[in-house]
């Protein structure tokens, strides 16, 4: 799928988490926090940076006079080489391990990555997930982000343990894998329930 029509999408996305938002609350959220799940490589983090930001910033000022809501836009990506230990080099590091010095390639207090290792590997190596926040205007600080992050992998209501990746990313996997196996859209009427788990 070509950039565009893929910003299109998530532009429609981010129109309808709002105005369920507005309709359940009477207001706007004063802070938007984007996962974007299913990142891999240079060339697609830059599409990513220049298009859908562009776009949803966009969407926000044409649609919504007045609304500049704080946005943070992380991009995930759990398909990586890299492997972390503990200091002897042998043993995996535990649960909560946050890697945002040295091995990342932006280390500032807006724009930066950092490396979680959600969950405690019982087999092999562990995996961590590479985190990339490419767009920050959050009063958020660098520590509390990557805490929430680490938080939301724990909120996953089909597992009793951690996962990979905070719970919006699995949500979103299973909803697309569970409209793709069954050829239909969810009802409307289910779209605030998991019924897809």
């Known amino acids: 799928m070509i950039t565009t029509e893929r910003t299109e999408i998530i532009r429609a996305f981010i129109a309808e988490a709002l105005d369920k938002y507005k309709s359940a609350t009477k207001t706007f959220p004063e802070q938007l926090v984007i996962y974007r799940d299913g990142m891999g ?22 649609t919504i006079p007045g609304y ?6 992380c991009l ?23 890697l ?10 807006k ?16 995996q961590p997930v ?4 490419v767009y920050n205007t ?10 929430s992050t680490y938080h939301l992998c724990h909120n996953y209501f089909n597992f009793s ?11 979103a996997h299973k909803i697309a894998a569970y409209a793709q196996e069954n050829k239909i859209m969810p009802n409307e009427k289910l779209s605030t329930y998991l019924h897809f788990l």
């Open 41 to 62: 490589g240079p060339s697609l983090t830059a599409k990513v940076s220049d298009y859908e930001v562009s776009a949803i910033r966009e969407y926000l000022e044409e």
């Open 68 to 73: 500049e809501p704080k946005i943070i836009y």
């Open 76 to 98: 995930v990506d759990r398909n990586i080489q890299h492997r972390l230990f503990d200091k002897s080099g042998t043993l995996n590091p535990g649960p909560g391990t946050v």
């Open 100 to 109: 945002d010095t040295a091995l990342v390639e932006y280390q500032g207090d």
């Open 111 to 126: 724009v930066y990555d950092f490396f979680l290792v959600p969950h405690k590997a019982t087999v092999a190596t562990a």
């Open 130 to 133: 590479l985190f990339k926040v």
């Open 138 to 147: 959050s009063t958020l600080t660098k520590i509390q982000f990557e805490t």
């Open 161 to 171: 343990g951690p996962i990979k990746v905070p719970m919006v990313c699995m949500y």
